[in-house]
């Protein structure tokens, strides 16, 4: 029997908003692929390729997603976001024995899979600057010994990866909602949870997160130019630079960096490492990209400078503009949350020249419209504000 896989991709990711408010948190793009598939990706390379997909959110766009990939893979339906050991049991009747249970909205590479899976009932774990954020993980020699869920003062910085290898019989003993609640329980009555430390993983909690996700993500990249290159173009470390795609002259690549398809970059642009550039994008002359991912449809204009932003499908920032990778707090529904980028933006954003951003959240279908410079710090702008 081939051992099966059930990825938990049915959540909101409510605080990655504005990158949610149109997509699940598993269909955000990271090295220009849905989060999801790169987790379906590390599946398939440690040689799992019996997975069900427990949808829920949006679930009509993640089986669309799911539909395009070359092999089939099973798909459940959890009507209500009830937790995620609800959503394993939703998928109850399709697992055949034992089953990893892995989120479909956080990297894992392949290693970690193949290490975890020697163990029945096992847990993956690893260290985080913030581990609040997490379930954190009280670890004895080779075992978990508890389990906190998002604790408020987290006396420790092992948290749990939301990834576990469980038998049969523990999955038909699940009476809570929470697979953190799950294993505490089993803990308390005496099972054994093998602690296996992961050799790659990053979750996205805070859409700047994706920041670092992303970076990991390109740091494994295959190089690969189509396109048109001009001559005079210079490019450096991988780089993948997809079909149809104008690199024009004396433009300035230094990879990790990936390009899509039919974009239009240059001339004289500059491109840093640790860029991800989604299809249809134009970087117009004289502007600089630094460690930033840009959706499908971005428009940059010329002399601009942009750094260490999420910028989402079909947003435009004009000419002479400035984005200022910055750390300090943002207060996001009432709580101040620390938070380090230049800009974050959600879908069909409008901005007109000599912008200056730097740590602030712009909302979806934005429109800045003004003949004068703004600068914007340590702010949120909510969804269709017009900023005049």
Not at 162 to 188: A, C, F, K, P
Not at 220 to 235: L, M
Request: hydrophobic share 40%; with cysteine; net charge neutral.
């Amino acid at each position: 029997m081939s051992l099966q896989a059930v990825i938990l991709a049915a959540g909101e990711g409510i605080r990655l908003r504005p990158l949610t408010q149109n997509r699940p948190k598993a269909l955000i793009p990271v090295a220009n692929k849905p989060i999801l598939e790169h987790t379906i990706n590390s599946l398939v390379k440690a040689g799992i390729r019996d997975i069900i997909v427990v949808v829920g959110f949006r679930k009509e766009q993640v089986m669309r997603d799911l539909a395009r990939l070359s092999f089939p893979v099973m798909i459940v339906q959890q009507p209500e976001q009830m937790g995620t050991a609800h959503a394993l049991l939703c998928a109850r009747n399709m697992i055949k024995g034992d089953a990893l249970v892995i989120p479909g909205d956080n990297f894992i590479d392949a290693e970690s899979i193949r290490e975890i899976v020697k163990t029945k009932n096992s847990l993956l774990y690893a260290t985080h600057r913030q581990p609040s954020n997490f379930g954190v993980v009280t670890i004895e020699g080779e075992f978990v010994t508890g389990i906190t869920e998002k604790p408020e003062h987290a006396t420790r910085m092992t948290v749990s990866c939301g990834v576990y290898y469980l038998s049969s019989d523990l999955i038909s003993r699940i009476s809570h909602n929470s697979l953190t609640e799950v294993i505490e329980e089993e803990i308390h009555q005496g099972t054994k949870i093998a602690a296996v430390r992961a050799h790659s993983w990053q979750d996205a909690i805070y859409p700047w997160d994706l920041l670092m996700m992303n970076g990991r993500l390109l740091s494994s990249i295959v190089p690969q130019k189509s396109g048109n290159i001009s001559a005079s173009a210079t490019i450096r470390g991988k780089v993948i630079i997809g079909k149809g795609t104008k690199i024009h002259p004396g433009t300035v690549i230094s990879g990790p960096v990936i390009i899509g398809e039919d974009c239009n970059i240059g001339p004289h642009a500059v491109i840093e490492s640790g860029c991800s550039i989604g299809s249809r994008v134009v970087v117009e002359p004289f502007t600089v990209i630094k460690k930033s991912i840009l959706m499908n449809d971005v428009v940059i204009g010329s002399h601009c400078s942009i750094g260490g932003s999420v910028i989402g499908n079909g947003c435009t920032i004009g000419e002479n503009s400035m984005v200022v990778h910055k750390e300090g707090f943002i207060t996001i529904n009432t709580i101040p949350v620390r938070a380090s980028c230049g800009v974050i933006m959600g879908n069909g954003v409008f901005c007109s020249h000599n912008m200056i951003f730097e740590n602030t959240i712009v909302g979806n279908e934005v429109v800045i419209d003004s003949r004068s410079e703004k600068y914007f710090s340590c702010t949120v702008i909510p969804d269709k504000t017009r900023v005049m």
